[in-house]
């Protein structure tokens, strides 16, 4: 049983790794250091029931260790999870680079870290997150077989998961306002990096009011400029007078100070973890009847978009497996609704079910 924990309980100045790892009930955990290249990355695999652990690796400039092993372990976790909702015959994994990802990379810090990916033999395959592109995944598969989203193939796989919030965005706005239409709606997308942009390039093109921050401001100033979007400050966006709130940076902006300042009816972004403690803040938005649709059911396009590599199938199998996020997000809100219990945990309990179900009929006889 893959019990539910408040993101509280890691607290990795209390408690030793291991027992960090019985939290969420990782499976391996994998330190990685070359003082050669600079590499310091950590790969964690949660879950490997339903098959190889599947997810991208992220690089970026933590405050510390401890703040990159508690990212990597929750999204892990979360991996495992939109592997099993979305029908996957995945595991869940992940991994992080500590390192600024736009001075410090090069061809041999990422061939080093596919050395690591490769010493696990195939039960960790990496990909793109954040700070990762495909030219850096291609440096990775010079050292490992074990590596998707490489350019020519399935490549970046932003646009699927882009789609896949789109989607799944319409089918909140169906259910919040009877219509899945998000003409005139107004939506703040906070983080305009690869995955943000395609968002805002569609609700552009639907017709949709469109708000965006981001950190890096030459960016920012593209985006708005070429799809009209109105750019706001990093805090300013969560005053905004707005519908939808589409979270798409980093993690656990849904918290406290935020939740008293949403004025919003649906939170549905490509970030992973939104939720900074998933009891309080899953039944927070409950309370002040917002819908959530969880991060990790509505951004499962990437996810989607690098098992159709793993398996060679055609791209536009990814764009239609995408779609049937719309129908995912409509059965957790509905059924959220009807038994009266947070999006978050009905979607966990669908997940859950399936990896309970799959674990069945690999027991030995």
């Not at 978050?344 to 027991?363: P, T």
Request: hydrophobic fraction near 40%; aromatic fraction near 6%.
């Amino acid at each position: 049983m893959f019990e539910v924990k408040d993101s509280k309980d890691l607290n990795l100045n209390e408690n030793p790794v291991i027992a960090q790892m019985g939290i969420y009930d990782h499976e391996q955990l994998l330190f990685c250091n070359d003082n050669a290249t600079g590499l310091k990355a950590i790969i964690a695999v949660h879950n490997t029931v339903l098959g190889p652990a599947l997810g991208g690796t992220r690089m970026w400039m933590y405050n510390n260790e401890m703040e990159a092993l508690t990212d990597v372990l929750r999204l892990s976790r979360g991996m495992t999870y939109k592997n099993a909702i979305s029908g996957l015959n995945l595991g869940g994994g992940k991994a992080v680079i500590i390192g600024d990802s736009r001075t410090m990379k090069s061809e041999a810090l990422f061939r080093r870290f596919g050395k690591f990916v490769n010493s696990l033999a195939g039960k960790y395959i990496t990909a793109e997150d954040v700070g990762i592109s495909p030219v850096d995944m291609s440096w990775v598969n010079m050292e490992t077989d074990h590596v998707v989203g490489l350019p020519g193939k399935s490549g970046d796989p932003s646009p699927v998961t882009a789609h896949g919030v789109y989607v799944g965005m319409k089918a909140c706005a169906k259910a919040r306002f009877g219509s899945d239409s998000l003409n005139g709606k107004k939506i703040a997308v906070q983080g305009v990096g690869h995955v943000g942009e395609y968002l805002v390039k569609s609700l552009a093109k639907e017709g949709a009011q469109i708000f965006i921050t981001d950190i890096h401001q030459d960016t920012l100033q593209r985006v708005s400029t070429e799809y009209g979007a109105t750019v706001v400050g990093l805090d300013e966006i969560y005053d905004i007078d707005m519908d939808i709130y589409a979270p798409c940076a980093l993690g656990a902006t849904v918290n406290d100070d935020t939740l008293s300042r949403l004025k919003c009816s649906i939170i549905a972004g490509a970030a992973n973890n939104q939720l900074a403690n998933e009891k309080v803040h899953g039944q927070a938005v409950v309370d002040k009847g917002i819908i959530y649709a969880p991060d990790f059911a509505l951004n499962a396009g990437g996810v989607i978009n690098c098992y159709s590599e793993v398996k060679s199938l055609q791209p536009a199998w990814s764009m239609n497996k995408a779609e049937e996020i719309y129908t995912t997000i409509s059965n957790i809100v509905e059924r959220s609704a009807s038994e009266k219990i947070p999006t978050y945990q009905i979607a966990n309990k669908m997940a859950e079910e399936r990896i309970q179900s799959v674990g069945k009929i690999k027991l030995p006889m």
